[in-house]
């Protein structure tokens, strides 16, 4: 199985079709739009270029250490979904407390969360990763929430972003991630849509483990399957909204961007 295929940026959605979304999740719906911080970071992707040196260390580094960590190793290809505005207007009601980010990466989504809470720990399974982690300032650990508890919980709130696609074991990370919530706790879940998963042992992409249940070619059926999937495990919903998940390009192409849904859920 090889990596979701990302197509070049031609738009950015953030509306839906309420109908298909359904009288449960309509009303839960928050509409986002393209702020001066997203319009930002698309400009300055745009017109940013890395060498051909640094192309040629990635093509060289890739096969042993995997496309995550050789991307972190070198800092290229920086993600953004949502800025801190937008993250302020969709979690108002429950920000604050302790944060652990599940899967963070290099941390360019968790920059932008972490301002709404009082303290923040991040993890990762990539060295590479967790060290840029560590260099903006953050606590971070070197974990695999699916085989080890989280850190020095209970969290107020944690949260899987675009994770649950991209690891062996996202039933038992999901489950790993509500028992790491305080009581009435707040969990974050974000996924590109329509679900697409694979998982990446090293530089291989292998299919996971275990699957979500998620079946639907659409993001508004998609959507609310990943919703139904979270009350299964005993999670109230509390709104969801649409975003488009951005990252850096590369020689061929300066944007990329996947269809993301976001779901706010507290522990019942």
Request: proline fraction near 6%; aromatic fraction near 6%; include cysteine.
């Amino acid at each position: 199985m090889t990596a979701r295929t990302v197509a070049p940026v031609t738009k950015l959605c953030y509306a839906v079709d309420e109908d298909r979304l359904g009288a449960l999740l309509a009303p839960l719906f928050v509409t986002l739009d393209a702020d001066e911080d997203t319009m930002a970071f698309v400009a300055d992707e745009r017109v940013r270029r890395h060498g051909r040196i640094r192309w040629a260390v990635r093509a060289l580094v890739r096969p042993v250490l995997g496309a995550f960590s050789a991307n972190a190793l070198l800092d290229i290809y920086p993600l953004f979904m949502l800025s801190q505005a937008q993250w302020a207007t969709l979690l108002a009601p429950y920000a604050g407390g302790r944060l652990l980010d599940v899967g963070a990466a290099a941390g360019h989504v968790t920059s932008r969360l972490a301002p709404l809470y009082d303290d923040v720990t991040a993890t990762d399974v990539s060295r590479p990763m967790v060290r840029r982690l560590r260099a903006r300032g953050m606590r971070a650990a070197v974990l695999d929430l699916s085989t080890h508890a989280a850190p020095e919980g209970p969290y107020d709130t944690v949260a899987l972003l675009n994770v649950l696609d991209r690891c062996a074991r996202p039933q038992t990370m999901l489950r790993a991630a509500i028992d790491a919530l305080a009581s009435s706790g707040t969990l974050v879940v974000s996924m590109p849509l329509p679900y697409d998963p694979c998982w990446y042992d090293g530089p291989v992409s292998r299919d996971p483990v275990e699957r979500l249940g998620l079946r639907a070619t659409d993001w508004e059926h998609s959507a609310a399957e990943l919703a139904d999937t979270l009350e299964h495990h005993g999670l109230h919903i509390e709104a969801i909204t649409r975003a488009p998940y951005l990252s850096g390009g590369d020689r061929h192409h300066p944007l990329y961007v996947l269809d993301a849904v976001i779901i706010v859920a507290t522990r019942t």
